[in-house]
């Protein structure tokens, strides 16, 4: 189980003293990185329609050609867009702690989310783009290259989903009914007994297996209700999806229902975390640790 203490106990507080670097204003992102993000998608596409080989990184994920030429685009045009705002992307090289720490600001960037979906060839990865501010998620933008639907978002905005050739709508998370069942979204590649047994004590309840981000999506949306992951993610997988579902009138928490942050601890490993769209409910309850004894 990933690590659960409070975010801030490692990193303290976000560097709040220094000023941060400059950006358009957070509306005036939509276009370009929207454009961005379907150039990258256009050039993961060229990999997928193709035959492609599969690597592995040193922590035994997967990577292939389709990560790395979509971590190029990303990263040169959000250098170009924002020269003095660092670039935190899955491919990126690590940098030590004490160096990010120091940055008020950053994009945090998975360039293909979903790279085993990618491999099996169902369609269901993403490109995640968020920026950060003070630790927080301010803007964030996913977009699936197979049918260029796109979910963003930005602080203070809505949260809105685009369909190609259409007009982009507003979305919003659904309260559930007394009688109805949890809708749960969940991984296709990642189904361990930590999660069949908070599912066993939750109860009644419909599964839909989805791939990458398009998870927190489908909670925004309304389309789901809750995505409890128990397992391993970094912050680049939840920063995008975190804005959206918090603009849509979400959460995405950890177990102890806190908002994660980012940036802000060594690790760049997230916290097993709830991703839910109705707060009337305590989603920790049904942890098996924390299950009420009748």
Known sequence: MADQHNPQADGGDPPAAQSAPSAPPLP????PVLALAQEAAERILEVYRDVFQVSEKADRSPVTAADLVSHEVLTRGLTRLTP????????SAAVPYLERRQWPRLWLVDP?????????????FSI???????????????????????????????????????????????????????????????RGRPLQTYLEYLGRHDYLAVGSALKSCLVAEGKADLYPRFGPTAEWDTAAAQIILEE???HLTDTFMRPLRYNARPTLINPDFFAFGDSSRDWSQYLPRRKPHF
């Open 128 to 190: 995640n783009i968020a920026l950060v501010e003070n630790q927080r998620a301010v803007f964030g933008l996913i977009l699936m290259p197979v049918g260029g639907v796109c979910y963003y978002a930005w602080a203070g905005g809505g949260a809105y989903k685009l369909v190609p050739g259409q007009a982009a709508q507003p979305i919003h998370t659904r309260r559930i009914g007394p009688q109805q069942p949890v809708r749960i979204a969940g991984s296709r590649s990642y």
């Open 112 to 124: 293909l989310d979903g790279t085993r979906e990618f491999i099996k060839r169902n369609d269901e």
């Open 248 to 250: 849509a009138g979400g």
């Open 28 to 31: 005036e992102l939509l276009a």
């Open 84 to 91: 003095a705002i660092p670039v935190l992307s899955e491919e």
